[in-house]
Nanobody
Framework: QVQLVESGGGLVQAGGSLRLSCAAS????????MGWYRQAPGKQRELVAR???????NYADSVKGRFTISRDNAKNTVYLQMNSLKPEDTAVYYC?????????WGQGTQVTVSS
């Protein structure tokens, strides 16, 4: 079993920045993929950013050029740097790590962007 603990969410004004962190209880070296998803009220969960092992990152069109997904293997942590935030980015953000045998989800962290 792997626990994922997310942090870094909060309230920010439009144009501001936040960095989300997803700390895993197991080494993330060799994971198949890592990703960030979000779910706004009344909407389905959607992919924000994802990296599959050996490939480049994929981003939702709505966040391209503003968000960056990265990792620190030494800290077993995955990050999502979010710049130029917009009110439409308001959602609960979830990280997802795929260890091949199964994948795991974080508990979610709320991001609220005020106009």
């Amino acid at each position: 079993q792997v626990q994922l603990v997310e942090s870094g969410g909060g309230l920010v004004q439009a144009g501001g920045s936040l960095r989300l962190s997803c700390a895993a209880s197991r080494s993330i070296f060799g994971i198949n993929s890592m990703g960030w998803y979000r779910q706004a009220p009344g909407k389905q969960r959607e992919l924000v950013a994802r990296i599959i092992s050996g490939a480049t990152a994929n981003y939702a069109d709505s966040v391209k050029g503003r968000f960056t997904i990265s990792r620190d293997n030494a800290k077993n942590t995955v990050y999502l740097q979010m710049n130029s935030l917009k009110p439409e980015d308001t959602a609960v953000y979830y990280c997802n790590l795929d260890y091949v045998i199964r994948d795991y989800w974080g508990q979610g962290t709320q991001v609220t962007v005020s106009s």
